[in-house]
T-cell receptor
């Protein structure tokens, strides 16, 4: 069946470090892929998305590229800030069902 | 501003009591969803509704009930039959029943049952 696997957290980085959060998926066909972010005490917000192979989603300095050959959608940011501390969820939509990964908690130290 | 309002933010109940969590949206979205979030388990779908007066069970519906009498409202009742009700509950909506529309989430209700 369809599934999403994210790297386990927490991930702790210093401010201005480079960030990668890995996400791989299992799905038939071509699912749409998403990253959501959850700040402390809040619900999830859509961060970025990609709907077909080789698409790159980007927002707020974050990027992720839909890689069909490796079934991956890794989240990257060149220089993280303390305000990026949150939980990040990778998700896919296929056959009108959304599947979330378990989330990766990110801590950024000043 | 358009959005999803969940209330209250924190809720405390004694074991054996039913409790209802409110979710209201003014986005004119057709579809609404309830998720439960537990540490290390991500989000799990409880119930969803694609249109008024219709709803379907999600992956963990046991011990929960919902209603969808109005387009803008989708309350969730946590019954005494739910064995582990303490959790963070998130309500979401999307413009259409198709999941290809990204979900919009409320800020959640943290329920503690003792």
């Amino acid at each position: 069946g369809n599934s999403v696997t994210q790297m386990e957290g927490p991930v702790t980085l210093s401010e201005e470090a480079f960030l990668t959060i890995n996400c791989t998926y299992t799905a038939t066909g071509y699912p749409s892929l998403f990253w959501y972010v959850q700040y402390p005490g809040e619900g999830l917000q859509l961060l970025l998305k990609a709907t077909k192979a080789d698409d790159k989603g980007s927002n707020k300095g974050f990027e992720a590229t839909y890689r069909k050959e490796t079934t991956s959608f890794h989240l990257e940011k060149g220089s993280v800030q303390v305000s990026d501390s949150a939980v990040y969820f990778c998700a896919l939509i296929r056959d009108d069902k959304i599947i979330f990964g378990k989330g990766t908690r990110l801590h950024i130290l000043p | 501003d358009g959005g999803i309002t969940q209330s209250p933010k924190y809720l405390f109940r004694k074991e054996g009591q039913n409790v209802t969590l409110s979710c209201e949206q003014n986005l004119n979205h057709d579809a609404m969803y309830w998720y439960r979030q537990d540490p290390g388990q991500g989000l799990r779908l409880i119930y969803y509704s694609q249109i008024v007066n219709d709803f379907q069970k999600g992956d963990i519906a046991e011990g929960y009930s919902v209603s969808r009498e109005k387009k803008e409202s989708f309350p969730l009742t946590v019954t005494s039959a739910q064995k582990n009700p303490t959790a963070f509950y998130l309500c979401a909506s999307s413009p259409t029943a198709s999941y290809n529309s990204p979900l919009h989430f409320g800020n959640g209700t943290r329920l503690t049952v003792t």
